[in-house]
């Protein structure tokens, strides 16, 4: 069956809108938006514990060698971790966030940093609660990448926390015995707490998500069955009730009876046609542009697009819908070539501020972080193309688990 024979369309004000917030975000617009803010209350609280930390060594009077160094390091995190924070809380989270190199690069910095600093404090005194100037930003990084990169990541770095902990231990002379396993064991806990905290708010995110997007999903069938029954009702049951009558009367010739069942039957046809027509109208002409390229890809691969629409369409820009079609072409040819997937699904919907267009499949997936910076297919002709116009694409996709790609532009 065609892509048109699948569509879900809803007329304006079917379906409530969803506000703003989404991005890249798992499993829609819902989870995007509960995880951007975990991550911007994250990298708030790592900015945050920068200058009390150093407040509170000063105000203890604790004697930190080469301390101009210490609030050097200290005041360049707080400005990296503050650029962060706001960038996170204004827009989307970027891409390379959420990037292994950046992971890797932030989680060594916070590591170095820990046991430099412990370094410089007296010796024995990292024991002493405040003496750790740093830890508290390692709880921050711990729900940050939680949050990010999901619970594997967040426990590797708790893992990891209890050996720099250890490490912190030995590079300022502490002694070891019950008195450091237990400041250990405290510090470690605090770090998974975090961890706890991100794990538990991103499984309720993407569980949520998910049932709003099936809950959306079955609403948008529900309108598009009642419509069609409807349709039914008034055309093709009609026509039908015509033809009966026409071929009952005895009161005619028989070539009488079959010009009359014929001109219903056209008459019929033409109010059909009319009426899908007006129907296909009233979603806008970016879902009419959207729809044949859909169509040719099923025709061209023989794998079935399900396309749901949520919401009215605006008008966009030339350029902002050639941005759209152009980014959505790239990427059904992407599943083509390469995802090896039994099914695609695509949903179109408008926000208060932007329009979004999710293409979803059931592939094989792959690594985006791997992808190489020249590589037209993703790099031009995806990212590129939404951002000339002011948009963004997001790619969310591991190995053996599909690929979703958002798609948006500003209303």
């Known amino acids: 069956m065609g892509a048109r024979g699948r ?34 209350v994250a990298l708030a609280y790592r900015t945050l514990s920068i200058p009390i930390a150093i407040v509170g060594l000063v105000m203890e009077h604790v004697r930190i ?37 950046f992971f890797t690069a932030d989680s060594m910095t916070a590591v170095l940093v820990n046991v430099w600093a412990a370094t410089l404090v007296p010796h024995g005194a990292l024991l002493r609660a405040g003496r750790d100037p740093f830890t508290a930003y390692v709880v921050g990084g711990t729900a940050l990448w939680t949050a990010l990169r999901g619970s594997g990541t967040g426990l590797g770095m708790v893992i990891g926390a209890t050996g720099m902990e250890f490490g912190m231990l030995a590079a300022n002379h502490a002694p070891v ?32 998500a998910v049932l709003v997007q099936r809950r959306s999903e079955e609403l948008g069938r529900e309108k598009e069955r009642t419509r069609m029954l ?92 050639e941005a759209l079609l152009g980014a959505m072409g790239e990427a059904l040819r992407n599943v083509e070539k390469h995802a090896q997937a039994s099914k695609v699904n695509v949903f179109l919907e408008t926000g208060d501020d ?6 979803k499949d059931d592939g094989c997936g792959f690594d985006p972080f791997k992808v190489r910076p020249d590589a037209l297919g993703i790099v031009q002709s995806i990212v590129a193309r939404l951002e000339e116009v002011g948009g963004r694409a997001n790619i969310d996709s591991r190995a053996g688990a599909g690929t979703r790609l958002v798609l948006w532009v500003p209303r």
Do not use: C
């Open 65 to 101: 060698r080469t301390m101009p160094a210490l609030v050097l390091v200290a005041t360049v995190l707080w400005v990296v971790n503050l650029a962060l924070s706001v960038r996170a809380a204004r827009e989307d989270l970027p891409p390379w966030l959420s990037s292994w190199r």
């Open 354 to 359: 932007r329009l979004r267009l999710v293409i």
């Open 230 to 321: 409807r349709t039914m009702h008034d055309t093709v049951l009609q026509t039908l009730e015509a033809v009966v009558a026409a071929a009952e009367r005895e009161d005619q010739p028989a070539a009488a009876r079959l010009g009359e069942i014929a001109r219903s039957a056209g008459s019929q046809a033409i109010r059909l046609r009319t009426t899908l027509r007006q129907a296909d109208e009233a979603t806008g002409p970016l879902y009419d542009e959207l729809a044949p390229v859909i169509e040719r890809f099923e025709t061209k691969t023989g794998i079935p697009i399900e396309l749901v629409h949520l919401g009215a369409t605006p008008e966009l820009e030339p350029g902002q819908t």
């Open 7 to 40: 569509q879900t369309r809803n007329r304006p004000g079917d379906i409530q809108r969803k506000g703003r917030g989404d991005t890249h975000h798992g499993s829609g617009g819902l989870g995007d938006l509960v995880i951007r803010r975990l991550a911007v």
């Open 177 to 208: 015995g019950e008195t450091s396993l237990i400041v250990v064991a405290v510090r470690v806990l605090g770090i998974g707490s975090a961890w706890v905290v991100g794990w538990f708010i991103r499984s309720f995110a993407s569980r949520g």
